[in-house]
């Protein structure tokens, strides 16, 4: 088991930036892809952005593409998601999650992931 604490989260205007971070103890993390999901209010959880275990390839949401970039850091235990050019649209509870499977490559399924953060909640004013 991972457990997953992310921080970052705020409050920002549109067009602004936030890099949110999750730091990762228990399990071999750097055996294992991570992602980041959002739940928006009235919605569904949806993925944002995923990293390999390695950390040589990523996959994106469509709508994230070119803002966001998500990174590792094995050395940190950490995962990060640098989120530039932000808009309302992005205001959700931002969750990391740790993949079930190590030596995978990224993946955008929620099904996929055995460990879940708490969730930091980022707001966009317009």
């Known amino acids: 088991q991972v457990q997953l604490v992310e921080s970052g989260g705020g409050l920002v205007q549109a067009g602004g930036s936030l890099r949110l971070s999750c730091t990762a103890s228990?399990?071999?993390?750097?055996?294992?892809?991570m992602g980041w999901f959002r739940r928006a209010p009235g919605k569904e959880r949806e993925f944002v952005a995923s990293?390999?275990?390695?950390?040589?390839?990523?996959g994106y949401q469509d709508s994230v593409k070119g803002r966001f970039t998500i990174s590792r850091d094995d050395a940190k235990n950490t995962v990060s998601l640098q989120m530039n050019s932000l808009k309302p649209e992005d205001t959700a509870v931002y969750y990391c999650?740790?993949?079930?499977?190590?030596?995978?490559?990224?993946?955008?399924?929620?099904?996929?992931?055995?460990?879940w953060g708490q969730g930091t909640q980022v707001t966009v004013s317009s």
């Open positions: 990293i390999s275990w390695s950390g040589g390839r990523a």
């Open positions: 999650a740790a993949h079930l499977s190590r030596w995978g490559s990224w993946s955008s399924r929620p099904e996929n992931y055995i460990d």
């Open positions: 228990g399990r071999t993390f750097r055996d294992y892809p």
